[in-house]
Every structure is written in structure tokens, then in C-alpha cells.
């Protein structure tokens, strides 16, 4: 049904699936459907987050679980299945990786220029895409720039189209943008005769895009909701002529009912009367699969919703979504007599590792190269400057620089996130912890990037995991219990003995937060109140004193937003009171990012430590604790601590001692 399908019989399509060798089976569908049968089959991708080539570019490393090139190759013997199929994108493919910033940050959108992404996605041969949230990342005239390239069209039906009263620019409908499309087919039923078809797609893009990119886009669009905009819009596709209608849904699938605004909305879209079939993504997940719970109008084994097929594609590539519909032509009208949805993965994961199950196609690669190469000098190069060593060598027993420079970031990020929503003006602080601090990792695993030069590729040092930011709004109370579960990473330690071990081995690194915003003290001669898996040990204990915000004793019933990552804000690490019910910011954006953003807008970063933390004194008694011996240049510029080389630690380490008298 793309267009290279059109003209080719059922004979050609045979001869060629067999040339292709086992790989090429033909679908059932396109085996046994009859004379007024039809095989439609529907490819998806989504979430590509400018993932093109197979490569991590924060790692500066191949990488065989992403890429549009891997999948590429799935597209290319999928398509030799079908006697009639149809590509199509569900949005957020154009931020996400080193390449994207590169684009909008460096090389630029100029006239007849194409966006790699796109370059790749013109290769291919897709149909249609949607939008996602993501493409407004980098403002309206940016994004417009790149789908001006495209060989395509574009379908979003829930933004900018004349909303009377509203502050939308002159209710002008997005540049390349339509609500819906009605693409004009041939397909090859089963006795091998040629029939003309319309095919209608409809796309939706969560609402939250007016808070994600308000600085881009208040004033300038407005944007309806998901389910809404489907009802209005889907009769009038009808009317046009649609024989079928696919939903390209960017939103994910949330088995709530509706309400409105909602974000993950597909459930309740494939409810809509007249849609056949449902594109979903947002959530970077899989469908059908375990990644979901079936439950009322969900089935996660099928792959249905409201019993309607659907898909989701994973991200960043890891998949090709599949619908395979059955049609039957009665009179004029198609109907769908059957469905099967499935995703197919370009890796699996075996001990650890991911291996790849095709290869990459080589002219998707050529269409991106130059920009590959381009994106790789990008994150070798440096981006901004940090005025203080970024390191994590002390980062377990005072504030310090590679946790201070996450706080900053996620502070300045979340800070502008509440503008506008009934948070603004909610004192914001952060919670970060280091996540490269030795341990099992070793002696060498230290984050330790010095004054100078910052490349992107040091911000994956800086911030390890591509976890996603999250803001959660919790009262002086629970900041408190927050830090009491930290300071469990300390062993208790008694007044008049010297060299008494810090650092409990058993509680791992990334579960001491460290939160900016207040000032506070850790009593070690006091016990632990959790355990190292966040059990309560003790309801009495208190190690967190002199709690304080703005210099003053900090108010337990006081409301406070706090920046973090989606792994604490969704229980990870079982903090008290910590968990979705709390959350009030549920960001697209990954830390990292929200890192290089704050880097490119300071362009020199100072990350001074400003011993915000500290150990509370206690009387003749002294700890020792190992650290990379990288430190020892930094030992003795830590703020708030008095630490004294004591010599060699186990296993390469360099040993330390602190004098906890006062
Ligand atoms: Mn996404
Ligand atoms: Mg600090």
C-alpha cells in the first residue's frame, strides 16, 4: 500500500517474499484472504527520540538496542509480508539524544536543510507521522523548519485549530500540520484484483505540552482534549470518505477511567466510535506484552483495547509495532473481519547484554551519516565550562560538586515548570544522589570531570541513569523523613573512640539523596531510623538535626516541591511517604538533558559545594572511609569537613579519616 506496493501484483510480491529467503513468510492474512479480502498491514514506530544509528552518544559507545537503522531492516522484511502495508511514526522523534541538540542547538534548521531524522524517515518511505510532545521542545519555528522536509504528512487533531476565544496565534493551524489525513490507496485483495481504498489517520498529543514547553507555546497555541478533539473530528473523516481509521495516539495506556486532560489517553480513545485501530506511545513501553496489566477494555495478551487492535512500539527504535488488519469489501463499504497486533523487538537481553537480532540498513545510514559524524564531534567538544572540579570522590560525606550541579539544574528546570500551575511559588528544593561513588564499582567508578571543559559526553558521568525528572509536593515533614532514610548509608558511631567505619556497605549510593534547598546535620551517634531497604527500624530515632529552610527551623506542616527523578518519585527506593500519590510534575524531560540545558544556558557553571549538609560534632571520636584514590588532590578543598589521608584502603582504595570532634 506504500507506494512501491502499489503496482505490484500478487505474483511479483510471492516471488519476491521467497527471494527474501525464511525471514519473509507471508502473513496469513495475505495467504488466505479471499476474493473481497484484504490484508492491510500498519508498521509503527515511535518515541524515536532522534535515535537513528545504533549509538549511545552520551557513552560515546555503539549501542544494539536503538536505532531507526535496526529497525529499518525489520520494516524492510515486514513489508515483504504483506501484500499491503503502511508506515507510520507516533511522534517524539525529534528530541531526545546529542544529535537532536546538535541540530537545534548548532547546526541550525536553514532553508532546504532536512533534519536527519527525517532524512531517515524520507528513506523509509513512511506515511504519516503524528506529533508528540517532544517536537515542541525547541519551539514552534524549529519544529515547523523540520517537518517542512518531510515526505510526508503530519496529523495532529488537539492543538491550534481555531479555538474561538483562545489565545492562539490567529487560530492558524500549525505549518505542515492537519488534523487528520485521508490517504488514497490500492490494495491487493485475494483473488489478486487491485481495489481503490481510503485510509484515514487522526493523531493526538498530550495536552501537558501547554505546562512541558509554556515558554514556547503559551499565547501562541491552544490545545483541546485527546478524546474530545477524537469525537469531534472522526465523523467528518467518515463523511470524507474514510473506509478506515487509524489513530496515531502519542499517549500511553492508562487503564483509569477518563477524566479530562488526561494524558495517557489511548484506552479511552479506542473507545471513540468509527476509529478501527489504535498507534499508542508516550509511555515507552511494549504492547501487546507484560510491560501491561490487562484489565477492564484491556487486554495486554492480544493487544487489544476496547476490543479494538493496538500497539506500542517501545522507543528509541527497540521495536516495530505491527497491525495486521483483515478487511472485507461489502458494496462500497470495507469493514475489519479480524485483527492481530504484535511488536517486534531489533534486540533481546541475554546475561546483561544486548543482542542485536538484525542489522542495520545501510542507506538509512547513509542518510544520516554526515549529521552522525557531526553529533559525534558535538559531544567531544566541549559545550560550556565549569568554573569547579566536578567530582564525586567525597560525595558520601559532604556536599559536593557532581551533586550540586544536578540540584542546580533540576532546581532551575522544576522552577519554571511551576509557573503557571497551583504550585508557583512553592519553595522548590532538590533531592540528588551520587551515583558513582566506588563501592562494587570499584576505585576508578568516580565521577571526576576537571575545572575546564564540559563535553556532553561528561554529562553522562554526571548523570548515569536516563531516568526522567519527576517533582513531587510534600510537606517539611516529610523532607525530613526523606533524609532520615538517606542517613541510614551511615553506621552509628560512638562518642571517645577514634576511627570508627562510616559507610554502611550494604546501602547503596544512589539511595543517599542529598536535598539542596535546606540546611541540616546528620547526629551519628544516633541510630538509624530506616534500614538499608527503607524499613523502619526505629519510629524514635532522629539523626537529621537542626533541619532548616531560609535559616530557620524548618515548618513541619510547611508545603515544599521537590525536584527528583521518576525512580524515587515512584517508590525506588521505598522512601517514606515518597511514591505517584505525591507527585505534582510528571516531566518528558530525562535529567540529563535537563543537565545540558542548564550547561548551554550558563554557559560556565559553578557548582561550588555549599556544605548545605554536614556531620553534627561529636566528642573525641573519628571515622574512616575509602575513596578512589583520584581524591586525593580534592581532600583537602572539601567544604564543611576536616578529612586526613590514613593511607591505603582495601582493593586499591585511599583511606580517609574525619575527625568528627568540632
Ligand atoms: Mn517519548
Ligand atoms: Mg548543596
Redesign the pocket.
Given at each position: 500500500m506504500s507506494t512501491r506496493n502499489i503496482d505490484q501484483s500478487r505474483r511479483t510480491f510471492l516471488q519476491s517474499a521467497t527471494a527474501l529467503g525464511a525471514l519473509s513468510v507471508l502473513h496469513p492474512y495475505s495467504v488466505f484472504a479471499s476474493t473481497g479480502q484484504a490484508h492491510l498491514r500498519i508498521m509503527e514506530t515511535t518515541?524515536l527520540?532522534v535515535h537513528v544509528f545504533p549509538y549511545d552518544y552520551y557513552g560515546d559507545k555503539p549501542a544494539d538496542n536503538v536505532g531507526l537503522a535496526r529497525t529499518a531492516s525489520i520494516i524492510n522484511s515486514i513489508r515483504a509480508e504483506a501484500s499491503n502495508a503502511l508506515l507510520v511514526d507516533n511522534g517524539?522523534f525529534l528530541q531526545g539524544n546529542p544529535m537532536g541538540d546538535y541540530i537545534a542547538y548548532e547546526r541550525g534548521m536553514s532553508e532546504g536543510q532536512v533534519h536527519p531524522v527525517i532524512a531517515a524517515m524520507n528513506t523509509l518511505g513512511f506515511d504519516c507521522s503524528t506529533l508528540?510532545n517532544?517536537e515542541f521542545n525547541y519551539g514552534l519555528e524549529f519544529m515547523e523548519a523540520v517537518l517542512g522536509g518531510a515526505e510526508f504528512p503530519f496529523v495532529c487533531a488537539n492543538v491550534a485549530m481555531g479555538n474561538p476565544g483562545s489565545t492562539a496565534r490567529d487560530d492558524k493551524p500549525i505549518n505542515h500540520v492537519k488534523p487528520y489525513t485521508i490517504l488514497d490507496r490500492i490494495v491487493t485483495t485475494g483473488d489478486g484484483t487491485e481495489h481503490p481504498i481510503k485510509v484515514g489517520l487522526i493523531g493526538f498529543v498530550p495536552q501537558q505540552i501547554m505546562n512541558w514547553d509554556r515558554r514556547w507555546l503559551h499565547g501562541n497555541i491552544a490545545t483541546r482534549d485527546i478524546v474530545d478533539a477524537a469525537e469531534a473530528w472522526v465523523p467528518e473523516m467518515k463523511e470524507a470518505g474514510a473506509d478506515v481509521v487509524i489513530a496515531l495516539s502519542h499517549s500511553g495506556i492508562d487503564a483509569g477511567s477518563r477524566s479530562e486532560g488526561m494524558e495517557n489517553a489511548s484506552l479511552h480513545v479506542a473507545g471513540v466510535n468509527g476509529i478501527d485501530a489504535i498507534v499508542t506511545g508516550?509511555h515507552?513501553r511494549v504492547f501487546p506484552g507484560p510491560a501491561y496489566e490487562s484489565a477492564d477494555g484491556i487486554d495486554a495478551k492480544t493487544g487489544t483495547l476496547q476490543g479494538k487492535p493496538a500497539v506500542m512500539a517501545g522507543?528509541w527504535g527497540s521495536h516495530l509495532g505491527l497491525i495486521d488488519l483483515l478487511l472485507e469489501k461489502q458494496g462500497d463499504a470495507w469493514s475489519v473481519l479480524s485483527a492481530e497486533s504484535e511488536a517486534r523487538a531489533i534486540s533481546e537481553r541475554v546475561e546483561r547484554k544486548n543482542i542485536p537480532l538484525v542489522e542495520s540498513d545501510a542507506t538509512v545510514l547513509e542518510s544520516v551519516q554526515a549529521d552522525h559524524d557531526a553529533t559525534l564531534a558535538y559531544v567531544r567538544r566541549a559545550v560550556g565550562k565549569t568554573a569547579a572540579p566536578l567530582h564525586s570522590y567525597f560525595a558520601l560525606v559532604a556536599d559536593d560538586p557532581s551533586v550540586q550541579v544536578v540540584s542546580q539544574a533540576q532546581t532551575w528546570y522544576i522552577s519554571d515548570m511551576m509557573k503557571g500551575t497551583e504550585w508557583e511559588g512553592l519553595p522548590v528544593l532538590s533531592a540528588a544522589a551520587p551515583f558513582k561513588a566506588g563501592g562494587r564499582g570499584g576505585p576508578e567508578y568516580y565521577t571526576d570531570v576537571p575545572v575546564g571543559d564540559v563535553a556532553i559526553k561528561n554529562v553522562s558521568d554526571l548523570y548515569l541513569y536516563p531516568n526522567t525528572v519527576r517533582a513531587v509536593a510534600i510537606t517539611g515533614a516529610q523532607v525530613k523523613e526523606w533524609l532520615e532514610r538517606s542517613a541510614g548509608i551511615f553506621n552509628q558511631v560512638n562518642a571517645g573512640q577514634a576511627d570508627q567505619p562510616l559507610i554502611n556497605p550494604e546501602f547503596p549510593s544512589y539511595n543517599f539523596d542529598v536535598i539542596d534547598g535546606v540546611t541540616y546535620e546528620i547526629d551519628l551517634t544516633q541510630p538509624s531510623k530506616y534500614d538499608p531497604k527503607g524499613e523502619l527500624l526505629d519510629a524514635s530515632a532522629s539523626r537529621v538535626v537542626n533541619l532548616k529552610h531560609n535559616g530557620n527551623p524548618i515548618d513541619e506542616a510547611q508545603k515544599f516541591i521537590v525536584a527528583t527523578n521518576n525512580y524515587r518519585a515512584g517508590g525506588g527506593g521505598n522512601f517514606p511517604g515518597i511514591n505517584d500519590d505525591v507527585v505534582v510534575f510528571n516531566g518528558p524531560d530525562t535529567n540529563r538533558d535537563v543537565l545540558v540545558r542548564y550547561i548551554v544556558d550558563q554557559g560556565t557553571i559553578n557548582p561550588k559545594a555549599d556544605a548545605n549538609w554536614k556531620f553534627a560534632s561529636i566528642k573525641d571520636a573519628s571515622v574512616v572511609f575509602d575513596t578512589g584514590p583520584g581524591g586525593r588532590e580534592h581532600a583537602a578543598n572539601v567544604q564543611g569537613v576536616s578529612i586526613e589521608a590514613v593511607g591505603d584502603g582495601a582493593d586499591g582504595f585511599a583511606r580517609y579519616a574525619i575527625d568528627l570532634g568540632g
Amino acid at each position: 500500500m506504500s507506494t512501491r506496493n502499489i503496482d505490484q501484483s500478487r505474483r511479483t510480491f510471492l516471488q519476491s517474499a521467497t527471494a527474501l529467503g525464511a525471514l519473509s513468510v507471508l502473513h496469513p492474512y495475505s495467504v488466505f484472504a479471499s476474493t473481497g479480502q484484504a490484508h492491510l498491514r500498519i508498521m509503527e514506530t515511535t518515541d524515536l527520540h532522534v535515535h537513528v544509528f545504533p549509538y549511545d552518544y552520551y557513552g560515546d559507545k555503539p549501542a544494539d538496542n536503538v536505532g531507526l537503522a535496526r529497525t529499518a531492516s525489520i520494516i524492510n522484511s515486514i513489508r515483504a509480508e504483506a501484500s499491503n502495508a503502511l508506515l507510520v511514526d507516533n511522534g517524539d522523534f525529534l528530541q531526545g539524544n546529542p544529535m537532536g541538540d546538535y541540530i537545534a542547538y548548532e547546526r541550525g534548521m536553514s532553508e532546504g536543510q532536512v533534519h536527519p531524522v527525517i532524512a531517515a524517515m524520507n528513506t523509509l518511505g513512511f506515511d504519516c507521522s503524528t506529533l508528540g510532545n517532544h517536537e515542541f521542545n525547541y519551539g514552534l519555528e524549529f519544529m515547523e523548519a523540520v517537518l517542512g522536509g518531510a515526505e510526508f504528512p503530519f496529523v495532529c487533531a488537539n492543538v491550534a485549530m481555531g479555538n474561538p476565544g483562545s489565545t492562539a496565534r490567529d487560530d492558524k493551524p500549525i505549518n505542515h500540520v492537519k488534523p487528520y489525513t485521508i490517504l488514497d490507496r490500492i490494495v491487493t485483495t485475494g483473488d489478486g484484483t487491485e481495489h481503490p481504498i481510503k485510509v484515514g489517520l487522526i493523531g493526538f498529543v498530550p495536552q501537558q505540552i501547554m505546562n512541558w514547553d509554556r515558554r514556547w507555546l503559551h499565547g501562541n497555541i491552544a490545545t483541546r482534549d485527546i478524546v474530545d478533539a477524537a469525537e469531534a473530528w472522526v465523523p467528518e473523516m467518515k463523511e470524507a470518505g474514510a473506509d478506515v481509521v487509524i489513530a496515531l495516539s502519542h499517549s500511553g495506556i492508562d487503564a483509569g477511567s477518563r477524566s479530562e486532560g488526561m494524558e495517557n489517553a489511548s484506552l479511552h480513545v479506542a473507545g471513540v466510535n468509527g476509529i478501527d485501530a489504535i498507534v499508542t506511545g508516550h509511555h515507552h513501553r511494549v504492547f501487546p506484552g507484560p510491560a501491561y496489566e490487562s484489565a477492564d477494555g484491556i487486554d495486554a495478551k492480544t493487544g487489544t483495547l476496547q476490543g479494538k487492535p493496538a500497539v506500542m512500539a517501545g522507543f528509541w527504535g527497540s521495536h516495530l509495532g505491527l497491525i495486521d488488519l483483515l478487511l472485507e469489501k461489502q458494496g462500497d463499504a470495507w469493514s475489519v473481519l479480524s485483527a492481530e497486533s504484535e511488536a517486534r523487538a531489533i534486540s533481546e537481553r541475554v546475561e546483561r547484554k544486548n543482542i542485536p537480532l538484525v542489522e542495520s540498513d545501510a542507506t538509512v545510514l547513509e542518510s544520516v551519516q554526515a549529521d552522525h559524524d557531526a553529533t559525534l564531534a558535538y559531544v567531544r567538544r566541549a559545550v560550556g565550562k565549569t568554573a569547579a572540579p566536578l567530582h564525586s570522590y567525597f560525595a558520601l560525606v559532604a556536599d559536593d560538586p557532581s551533586v550540586q550541579v544536578v540540584s542546580q539544574a533540576q532546581t532551575w528546570y522544576i522552577s519554571d515548570m511551576m509557573k503557571g500551575t497551583e504550585w508557583e511559588g512553592l519553595p522548590v528544593l532538590s533531592a540528588a544522589a551520587p551515583f558513582k561513588a566506588g563501592g562494587r564499582g570499584g576505585p576508578e567508578y568516580y565521577t571526576d570531570v576537571p575545572v575546564g571543559d564540559v563535553a556532553i559526553k561528561n554529562v553522562s558521568d554526571l548523570y548515569l541513569y536516563p531516568n526522567t525528572v519527576r517533582a513531587v509536593a510534600i510537606t517539611g515533614a516529610q523532607v525530613k523523613e526523606w533524609l532520615e532514610r538517606s542517613a541510614g548509608i551511615f553506621n552509628q558511631v560512638n562518642a571517645g573512640q577514634a576511627d570508627q567505619p562510616l559507610i554502611n556497605p550494604e546501602f547503596p549510593s544512589y539511595n543517599f539523596d542529598v536535598i539542596d534547598g535546606v540546611t541540616y546535620e546528620i547526629d551519628l551517634t544516633q541510630p538509624s531510623k530506616y534500614d538499608p531497604k527503607g524499613e523502619l527500624l526505629d519510629a524514635s530515632a532522629s539523626r537529621v538535626v537542626n533541619l532548616k529552610h531560609n535559616g530557620n527551623p524548618i515548618d513541619e506542616a510547611q508545603k515544599f516541591i521537590v525536584a527528583t527523578n521518576n525512580y524515587r518519585a515512584g517508590g525506588g527506593g521505598n522512601f517514606p511517604g515518597i511514591n505517584d500519590d505525591v507527585v505534582v510534575f510528571n516531566g518528558p524531560d530525562t535529567n540529563r538533558d535537563v543537565l545540558v540545558r542548564y550547561i548551554v544556558d550558563q554557559g560556565t557553571i559553578n557548582p561550588k559545594a555549599d556544605a548545605n549538609w554536614k556531620f553534627a560534632s561529636i566528642k573525641d571520636a573519628s571515622v574512616v572511609f575509602d575513596t578512589g584514590p583520584g581524591g586525593r588532590e580534592h581532600a583537602a578543598n572539601v567544604q564543611g569537613v576536616s578529612i586526613e589521608a590514613v593511607g591505603d584502603g582495601a582493593d586499591g582504595f585511599a583511606r580517609y579519616a574525619i575527625d568528627l570532634g568540632g
